[in-house]
Each structure stands twice: as structure tokens, then as C-alpha cells.
């Protein structure tokens, strides 16, 4: 139970002495997750659009596709990537590896589908003739899709939520391409693995409370965008 | 001549490898309200999206005042029309957003954007519903924002797409009178698309019948209706009765056509031994229990089989030899002492039937 207390007591020594070295990292990862979220929202949202919105041959294996990529596993994004930017790899000129855009290359691949695959399910789940409502009050197309996604703001927030959780929280990518070098690479979660190998619980703990907080604050920031204006409709029941 | 408001021109329109349309030509003059009506799956929504331009034909040509319409300027020209759904979606929140969601795309200035909602609040009398959240609506107020976001864009042409078919019957009379009154008041050019006779009837100038894609006939409403070139459009039109016949005599414009041993005589236009359908709608026939002295010239004596009670009056099907609907009123029904399995007279005039040639 002691290794608990201590262990607490010293992460909010830790959190409350504002070490700068805690502040780097953090800023590390809220910039490394941040940009990979956003070019993962820029390629996803016109993707889940053409997906959600026109049939195609071989619509159904990209939708698969991007299904299947929704659980892809985070170290053989981290293996490939790697292999693309080794020295000897097809990108190895461009000295990528262990660099944070190495880092943020395979966090935007973890959540391309991620986001993708929810933006295309809550444009799908506008009605069919929401697009050809907007059409016929006079909007032109882009204005008739604008409004499409600003109908489904609701699950894409939760979509984006998503897709951040799911890069922020991720160790396997960021630790292989990454490599977790003090200064240069180091993030949160990798932060934690290394803390913990080491048997350093105060900082691990540190470092794991601020990446809740961070997740937190992020999602809260996104949750009031999502929600606002919006009414719970909970019809009274016998039972 | 007055140059149309808008025209299409060899239309052709295909989903996928099917043609859903092929029509030569159609226009839309001012002030005139046009009706398209066929059967389900004629193509008439079809034909409506392409004219309203929110759809763009496979081939042909539009023209908008004389303008042919391309991909520049098809914008412009579309936020000339309005197209009303059938069932209309709401964009999520109050109504006003609703009402003026039209205005704001075309980047309308606010003080006519005010200028405008004052005025189609004095139409509809909104004033109450406005910071109503659209999920809170009756479908009769739903029905009424509907209108009034499209009559606010003042649209120089409504185009509508059967929007009665959700409506109860009440809500449904009330809403056409409202649109009647208003079309009229406005002098407002309209296009709608319906397979219910009796609203075209009630809203419509002009008809195009849509049949498997294609216009088989187009005029006045009336004329139109009273002649139906198909026998899938006269059960539209309200054609209860069709029957096969062949053309045994003709003196002139009267036809002697035989319909399981029967004779008929009928006012039109066909050859002998020509096999035909005879429409008979069910206001057109008389019936009577003894046979009367009359300039009517077709009379058959038959069994009824079926008394159904519509509204007001009450359908009889009579056995003649072939089955024949007719209308009949309560009181005429209670007095004549009508039932199953009595006999009674039907009296047809010739002029009253209409021909259709066999095959279409």
C-alpha cells in the first residue's frame, strides 16, 4: 500500500514543482497527438464524405478496409513505418527515424480510420435526403455538404474524441519510431514505460495523471462543442 | 408567342444502364400551374429533379427564359426555383434557422432577410412557432414551415413532389386549400408531381402524363383526364370500370363494340374488329330498378354483388355480364331499395364512355 501513497504523494511534488522537463514532455505529446489528429481529421472527413455519400465499385472493400484499420494494432504501424524510414528503408533518406514526425506520420495512420470510419457511419446516418433538402432550398453543393456535416457535428466530435484517445493514449508506434529520446522524442506514454522499468512509481504516476488530465481537458474542451444547444428528449415511462 | 419559362428539350435520363426518362420536350409557362402525374415509378420525381435542376439529365437541354442552362450558370438559375420534398427534412434546431436557411446560402442582406420573414409571417401567422425547436412540430405546422421557407425564397417557380402524401386526411385538405389560395393570391408559377387525381384536379391548369418515362399525352387538366390514352393512367384518373371489347359496327362516329355479349355504343374513334377498352368512370352511370324512356343509349341489366359505403355515397358493383362500378348517393340507394343479390338497371351514356386503343 506504501508504494501507493509514496508513490502519489510524489507525483503531486512533482506536478506542483512545474519541473520543466514534465512540461517538455507533456507539450511533446499534446503537439504530437494534436497535428497527427488534425491531418488525420483533414484526410478522414473527405474520405468518410465520398464513402458516406457516392457508391462505387469496390466501396465495400475500402469501407472494410478502413473498418478493419478502426483496430490496427499500434506496433505494426510502429514496424512498418519503421521499415519505411530505416536507413536502408525506401524513405530512409529523409533521416526520419526517431524524429516526432516520424512519430506523428504513424500516429496520423493510427487514426485515419479511426475518424474516418465514425465520420462515415454519423454522415450515414444523416437522412439520404438531408443532402437533396439542402439542394432544394437553393444551397449549392459544398453548402449542401457543410450542412450535412454541421447536421452530424455530434457523433464527428465523437469521432475525432475517438481518434485522439485512441493516439495519445498509444505507446507501441511512438516508442518504435520514436524511440524515446530524453529531449527529443520522449512522450508521455513512453515516459511512463520508462519511469516504471525503473522503479521511478513517483514520476510514472506523475506522468500518468497528467496524461489523464490532459485527455480529460481535450475531451471536455470537445464535449462542449459537441453538446451545446443540444436536449436530452427522456420520455416519462410506467416502467 | 411567349417564351416559356422554362423548357427541357430530348431529355433522356438513365440510372445506371436503365432509362428512366425519355421525353421530347416539356415547358413551364408563367404563372400557370403544371402538373405531372403518372403512376409510381413513372419517373415523375425524376423528371421533377432534373427540371428543378438539382438533377442533371444523362442527355438533352435545359432552357431557363430562353437561357440554356450549363454548368456555370445552373446555380444561379436554381436558386430561381424551389423543389418542395415529399417528406421534408429539418435542419436541426428552431425553426426560424429553417425558415431562412434558404436566404442565408444566397447571402441575402439582413434587413431583407427581415423584410421578408415579416411578410411570410403575416402569410402563415408564424409568429409563435419561430423559436420552436423543429422536433416540437405537429406534422400540420411541419407541413406550414415547409411552405413558408420555400415561399419566402420567392421562388420564380415551386416545384413540388407529391406533398400530400404524408398527410392525414383533414391536415391534407386543409394544406391543399392553403396552397390554392396562396398560388393564386401569388400568381405563383408551380410544377408538382402527383398520382392523385383529385389534387391535380384541385391545383393543377395544365397535365403531363408520365407513363414508364415517357409523356403520352399532355393539355388541359379536364381534357386530359375525361381521355386517357393508357389503361394504367385511367385507373389513375379514376376509371373504375375497364373492359375488353371489339368494334362489331360503325355509322360514322358511333361504335357498336361487344363486350361479352353485350352491345355498346359509344361515341369515338376505331376501326371494326379492332379490339378496344372501354373506361367507364362510376359518376357516370345511372342506376335505376326498372329501365326508363331515355336518350340513353346503353342499358344493362345486372346482379349486385357488392355494396361498399365510401363517404357520401355508396360504390355498387353490378354484374352485367362484365362488372360495372358505379356511384350511387344514400338517399337514391334507401329509396330505390337496393341490395346484394337484387337486380337493377345501369344506364351508360354513349358520350361517357371513353376508348382506349387495346395494347397500350
Not at chain 1, 470537445?222 to 436530452?232: A, I, K, N, P, V
Not at chain 2, 412540430?137 to 420555400?150: D, F
Not at chain 2, 398520382?195 to 391535380?200: G, V, Y
Amino acid at each position: 500500500m506504501n508504494i501507493f501513497v509514496e508513490g502519489f504523494i510524489k507525483a503531486f511534488k512533482i506536478i506542483l514543482g512545474l519541473n520543466p522537463e514534465i512540461f517538455k514532455i507533456t507539450w511533446l505529446t499534446l503537439k504530437v497527438s494534436g497535428i497527427a489528429t488534425f491531418v488525420a481529421l483533414i484526410l478522414g472527413i473527405p474520405c468518410s464524405l465520398f464513402l458516406a455519400l457516392r457508391h462505387f465499385p469496390g466501396r465495400k472493400i475500402l469501407v472494410s478496409m478502413i473498418n478493419t484499420g478502426m483496430g490496427l494494432p499500434p506496433v505494426v504501424v510502429g514496424l512498418f513505418i519503421a521499415l519505411f524510414f530505416w536507413r536502408s528503408g525506401p524513405f530512409g533518406s529523409l533521416n526520419l527515424m526517431y524524429t516526432p514526425m516520424a512519430m506523428i506520420i504513424a500516429q496520423i495512420i493510427i487514426a485515419f480510420p479511426i475518424i474516418t470510419g465514425f465520420s462515415m457511419s454519423a454522415f450515414q446516418q444523416v437522412t439520404p435526403n438531408f443532402y437533396l433538402q439542402a439542394l432544394a432550398l437553393g444551397a449549392s453543393k459544398w453548402q449542401a455538404i457543410w450542412a450535412m456535416m454541421k447536421e452530424a457535428r455530434l457523433p464527428t466530435l465523437a469521432a475525432i474524441m475517438a481518434g485522439f484517445g485512441g493516439i495519445i493514449s498509444e505507446v507501441g508506434a511512438v516508442l518504435m519510431v520514436g524511440g524515446n529520446i530524453k529531449d527529443k522524442t520522449r512522450v508521455l506514454t513512453t515516459a511512463i514505460v520508462l519511469e516504471t522499468r525503473m522503479g521511478k512509481f513517483g514520476i510514472a504516476i506523475a506522468l500518468s495523471l497528467i496524461l489523464l488530465a490532459l485527455t480529460f481537458a481535450v475531451n471536455y474542451f470537445l464535449t462542449h462543442f459537441q453538446q451545446r444547444g443540444e436536449r436530452q428528449w427522456i420520455y416519462r415511462s410506467w416502467r | 408567342m411567349d417564351l416559356p419559362k422554362l423548357e427541357i428539350r430530348n431529355i433522356i435520363h438513365y440510372y445506371g444502364n436503365k432509362k428512366i426518362l425519355d421525353i421530347n420536350g416539356a415547358n413551364v409557362k408563367e404563372g400557370e400551374s403544371l402538373v405531372i402525374f403518372g403512376p409510381n415509378g413513372a419517373g415523375k420525381s425524376t423528371l421533377l429533379r432534373i427540371m428543378s435542376l438539382i438533377e442533371r439529365p444523362s442527355k438533352g437541354e435545359i432552357y431557363y427564359k430562353g437561357e440554356k442552362i450549363n454548368k456555370k450558370n445552373s446555380l444561379n438559375i436554381r436558386r430561381n426555383f424551389v423543389l418542395l420534398l415529399q417528406k421534408p427534412v429539418f435542419f436541426r434546431g428552431k425553426v426560424i434557422d429553417n425558415i431562412l436557411f434558404g436566404l442565408r446560402v444566397r447571402k441575402i442582406p439582413r434587413r431583407e432577410i427581415q423584410t421578408r420573414l415579416n411578410k411570410i409571417n403575416s402569410l402563415f401567422s408564424l409568429k409563435k412557432l419561430l423559436n420552436r425547436r423543429v422536433d416540437e412540430l405537429s406534422g400540420g405546422e411541419e407541413q406550414k414551415i415547409n411552405l413558408a421557407r420555400a415561399l419566402i425564397l420567392q421562388p420564380e417557380i415551386l416545384f413540388l413532389d407529391e406533398p400530400f402524401s404524408f398527410l392525414d386526411a383533414s391536415t391534407k385538405e386543409e394544406v391543399i386549400y392553403e396552397l390554392r389560395k396562396i398560388i393564386k393570391k401569388l400568381k405563383q408559377t408551380t410544377v408538382f408531381v402527383t398520382h392523385d387525381w383529385e389534387e391535380a384536379i384541385l391545383l393543377g391548369d395544365r397535365v403531363i402524363l408520365l407513363h414508364e418515362g415517357k409523356i403520352c399525352q399532355q393539355g388541359p387538366i379536364e381534357d386530359v383526364f375525361n381521355k386517357p390514352t393508357h389503361k394504367e393512367l385511367a385507373k389513375l384518373v379514376g376509371v373504375e370500370t375497364i373492359v375488353k371489347g371489339k368494334i362489331k359496327e360503325k355509322e360514322r362516329e358511333l361504335l357498336k363494340i361487344s363486350v361479352n355479349n353485350n352491345i355498346f355504343q359509344v361515341i369515338g374513334e376505331g376501326e371494326v374488329e379492332e379490339e378496344v377498352f372501354l373506361c367507364i368512370k362510376p359518376e357516370e352511370v345511372f342506376i335505376t330498378k326498372i329501365r326508363p324512356e331515355s336518350s340513353i343509349r346503353n342499358w344493362f341489366l345486372g346482379k349486385i354483388e357488392e355494396i361498399i359505403p365510401s363517404g357520401r355515397v355508396i360504390e355498387i358493383k353490378l354484374n352485367c355480364g362484365f362488372l360495372l362500378k358505379a356511384f350511387i348517393t344514400k338517399a337514391s340507394f334507401e329509396e330505390l331499395n337496393l341490395g346484394i343479390g337484387k337486380k337493377a338497371w345501369a344506364g351508360i351514356k354513349a358520350t361517357s364512355i371513353h376508348i382506349i386503343k387495346k395494347g397500350r
